[in-house]
């Protein structure tokens, strides 16, 4: 991946700004209370789509339609979130956008991806079988293949940090989910041309820990399943550009089970009203198992998504922790 300079981050938080404000970084009282620490949340459930990579999406339509007007359309593979940061993004250029999402995918994402004017495309068990369909797809009808990890979407959804490490420098260590990596990777990014200090920590989820066992392999290692009910992380085979910047620039990876991540719902919506997906919560899970070794600290996590289908968010504020489709 090209180099990423503070004069290329600031043009695309330009960009990504004709298109939604900041959102919000909060430090709410309860969660202070309850972890014994300040917690600051970036409030990336307040975009447009509901999660963080709209930025992305932003970002790379506006270099595609710049760089090769020919193009008449995009296709590419998700879980839910990066289809509709696509399918925003694509309308607004005036392209047709194919979004794959695997059989069992989110009732709601899809009716979301339909809205935003999604062509959708089942195929597959899984994300990564759904993304080697869109690849075909696009070889087939001569569009562009949008792949879930490049440059563009790093450059985009890093505007997210920028805007967090600009209201609270001070943060000692910030959480952050990961699913195929742009999140992780922007936050890194923006750090570093930042020059601050702040820890960044690597979350997965148990039941997809793909990233966390190539982390500690120093290499890609692909899992045969990714069974979470957090679908924006269940990914079975991470991309290796990701994977050497997640190495490079976190401090360390963190995993969470299917129960703390479901508590960790719970614990967004009790404390600040917010809602938040599997994915969503997953940092703020994070953050509840390392919380004693922070008192006196300042930590931030990020609220990547709040794109929860309402029969899992009615079995999670129930009580009990969702099955993954």
Same mark, same amino acid.
């Given at each position: ?11 695309? @938080? ?21 972890? &014994?620490?300040? #917690? ?13 990579? +709209?930025?992305?999406?932003? +970002? ?47 009732? $709601? ?12 495309? $089942? ?13 075909? %797809? ?34 000692? +260590? #910030? ?8 999140? /992780? ?10 020059? %601050?200090?702040? @820890?960044? +920590?690597? #979350?997965?989820? @148990? ?38 910047? /997640? ?48 008192? &006196? ?17 009615? @079995? ?10």
């Amino acid at each position: 991946m090209d180099p990423i300079s503070l004069d290329d981050l600031r043009a695309a @938080e330009q960009l990504v700004r004709r298109a939604m404000p900041p959102t919000p970084a909060f430090a709410w009282p309860l969660l202070a209370e309850r972890f &014994g620490l300040d #917690v600051v949340v970036k409030h990336e459930n307040h975009t447009p789509t509901g999660a963080f990579k +709209v930025r992305g999406g932003l +970002v790379y339509m506006d270099r595609l339609v710049r760089e090769r007007p020919e193009v008449r359309g995009i296709v590419s593979a998700t879980r839910g979130n990066h289809g509709q940061s696509l399918a925003f993004a694509a309308r607004k250029a005036g392209l047709e956008a194919v979004i794959v999402v695997p059989h069992g995918n989110s009732v $709601e994402k899809n009716a979301a991806m339909r809205a935003f004017g999604a062509t959708l495309v $089942e195929h597959g068990r899984d994300f990564d079988e759904a993304r080697d369909h869109a690849v075909a %797809l696009a070889r087939e009808r001569g569009y562009e293949f949008a792949a879930s990890f490049q440059r563009d979407l790093v450059l985009g959804v890093a505007t997210y940090a920028l805007e967090l490490f600009t209201d609270h420098p001070d943060l000692d +260590v #910030v959480y952050v989910p990961i699913g195929l990596g742009s999140g /992780i990777c922007g936050v890194i990014t923006a750090r570093d041309l930042l020059g %601050l200090k702040t @820890e960044v +920590v690597a #979350v997965v989820a @148990e039941n997809a820990p793909a990233y966390a066992r190539s982390l500690a392999a120093g290499h890609v290692v692909e899992t045969n399943t990714a069974a979470s009910f957090a679908d924006g992380m269940a990914v079975r085979i991470p991309n290796a550009e990701a994977l050497a910047m /997640i190495a490079a620039g976190a401090a360390r990876c963190v995993t969470v089970d299917e129960d703390a991540i479901a508590s960790a719902m719970r614990i967004y919506w009790t404390d600040t009203h917010n809602a938040a997906e599997g994915a969503g919560a997953a940092a703020l899970a994070a953050l509840g198992r390392e919380a004693q070794a922070l008192k &006196g600290r300042k930590a931030g996590v990020i609220l990547s998504g709040q794109n929860v289908d309402l029969a899992i968010m009615a @079995e999670v504020m129930a009580g009990r922790t969702p099955q993954a489709a």
